[in-house]
Protein backbone atom coordinates (compact mmCIF):
# COMPACT_ATOMS: atom_id res chain seq x y z
CA UNK A 1 0.00 0.00 0.00
CA UNK A 2 1.06 3.47 -0.64
CA UNK A 3 1.17 5.51 2.05
CA UNK A 4 2.87 9.55 3.04
CA UNK A 5 2.34 9.83 6.41
CA UNK A 6 3.11 13.46 7.79
CA UNK A 7 4.23 14.21 11.65
CA UNK A 8 5.92 16.44 13.58
CA UNK A 9 3.18 19.38 13.47
CA UNK A 10 1.80 21.42 16.63
CA UNK A 11 1.59 24.10 18.37
CA UNK A 12 4.62 27.05 18.30
CA UNK A 13 5.02 31.29 19.24
CA UNK A 14 5.81 32.88 16.14
CA UNK A 15 9.66 33.17 15.72
CA UNK A 16 10.13 29.71 17.06
CA UNK A 17 11.06 26.24 14.81
CA UNK A 18 9.86 23.03 13.94
CA UNK A 19 10.50 19.91 12.07
CA UNK A 20 8.29 18.10 9.75
CA UNK A 21 9.15 14.43 8.72
CA UNK A 22 6.85 12.55 6.32
CA UNK A 23 7.44 8.94 6.38
CA UNK A 24 6.85 7.28 2.87
CA UNK A 25 6.22 3.29 2.10
CA UNK A 26 4.67 0.88 -0.78
CA UNK A 27 6.52 2.63 -3.72
CA UNK A 28 10.06 3.30 -4.69
CA UNK A 29 10.43 6.52 -2.90
CA UNK A 30 14.15 7.87 -4.63
CA UNK A 31 12.37 7.69 -7.98
CA UNK A 32 10.02 10.76 -7.22
CA UNK A 33 10.14 14.46 -7.14
CA UNK A 34 7.90 14.97 -3.64
CA UNK A 35 7.04 17.74 -1.97
CA UNK A 36 5.06 20.08 0.80
CA UNK A 37 1.56 21.49 0.53
CA UNK A 38 -0.72 23.65 3.07
CA UNK A 39 -3.72 23.93 3.73
CA UNK A 40 -5.30 27.30 5.84
CA UNK A 41 -8.91 27.23 7.11
CA UNK A 42 -10.91 29.20 3.95
CA UNK A 43 -8.23 28.92 2.02
CA UNK A 44 -6.83 26.80 -0.81
CA UNK A 45 -4.10 24.38 -0.72
CA UNK A 46 -0.75 25.47 -2.11
CA UNK A 47 2.71 24.48 -2.20
CA UNK A 48 5.03 25.40 -0.42
CA UNK A 49 8.38 23.44 -1.38
CA UNK A 50 9.12 20.83 -3.18
CA UNK A 51 12.35 18.60 -3.98
CA UNK A 52 13.67 16.63 -6.89
CA UNK A 53 14.38 12.51 -6.59
CA UNK A 54 18.32 13.46 -6.16
CA UNK A 55 17.77 15.85 -3.93
CA UNK A 56 19.69 18.19 -7.17
CA UNK A 57 16.91 20.70 -6.88
CA UNK A 58 14.25 22.20 -4.43
CA UNK A 59 11.80 24.82 -5.28
CA UNK A 60 10.45 27.22 -2.58
CA UNK A 61 7.28 29.20 -2.34
CA UNK A 62 8.27 32.81 -2.11
CA UNK A 63 6.69 33.14 1.08
CA UNK A 64 8.80 30.88 2.63
CA UNK A 65 12.38 31.09 1.13
CA UNK A 66 15.06 31.83 3.34
CA UNK A 67 12.87 30.73 6.60
CA UNK A 68 11.87 26.75 5.06
CA UNK A 69 14.61 24.65 3.75
CA UNK A 70 13.19 21.15 2.45
CA UNK A 71 15.33 17.63 2.39
CA UNK A 72 15.28 13.86 2.20
CA UNK A 73 17.11 10.86 3.30
CA UNK A 74 16.18 8.48 0.39
CA UNK A 75 18.03 5.30 2.37
CA UNK A 76 15.31 5.91 4.85
CA UNK A 77 12.27 7.36 2.56
CA UNK A 78 12.07 9.91 4.80
CA UNK A 79 10.97 14.25 3.38
CA UNK A 80 11.67 16.78 5.79
CA UNK A 81 10.67 20.61 5.87
CA UNK A 82 12.74 22.56 8.71
CA UNK A 83 10.81 25.66 9.63
CA UNK A 84 12.25 28.71 11.28
CA UNK A 85 11.18 31.87 11.85
CA UNK A 86 7.89 30.70 11.77
CA UNK A 87 4.87 33.36 10.93
CA UNK A 88 1.20 33.48 12.25
CA UNK A 89 0.11 32.99 8.40
CA UNK A 90 1.96 29.46 7.77
CA UNK A 91 -0.60 28.31 10.50
CA UNK A 92 -2.21 25.32 8.35
CA UNK A 93 -2.25 21.94 8.08
CA UNK A 94 0.94 20.66 6.17
CA UNK A 95 1.12 17.93 3.55
CA UNK A 96 3.32 15.62 1.88
CA UNK A 97 2.54 14.80 -1.85
CA UNK A 98 3.89 13.37 -4.57
CA UNK A 99 2.52 13.97 -8.36
CA UNK A 100 -0.04 11.34 -7.82
CA UNK A 101 -0.05 10.59 -3.78
CA UNK A 102 -1.09 12.90 -0.68
CA UNK A 103 -0.47 11.81 2.66
CA UNK A 104 -2.04 12.66 5.98
CA UNK A 105 -1.50 15.93 7.66
CA UNK A 106 -0.08 17.71 10.31
CA UNK A 107 -1.54 20.66 12.16
CA UNK A 108 0.70 23.63 12.45
CA UNK A 109 -0.46 26.33 14.81
CA UNK A 110 1.64 29.46 15.61
CA UNK A 111 0.76 31.85 17.94
CA UNK A 112 1.55 35.60 17.65
Known amino acids: EVQLQASGGGLVQAGGSLRLSCAAS????????IGWFRQAPGKEREGVSC????????YYQDAVKGRFTISRDNAKNMLYLQMNSLKSEDTAVYYCATDSVRGRGTQVTVSS
Open 51 to 58: ISSSEGSA
Open 26 to 33: GFTFDDYG
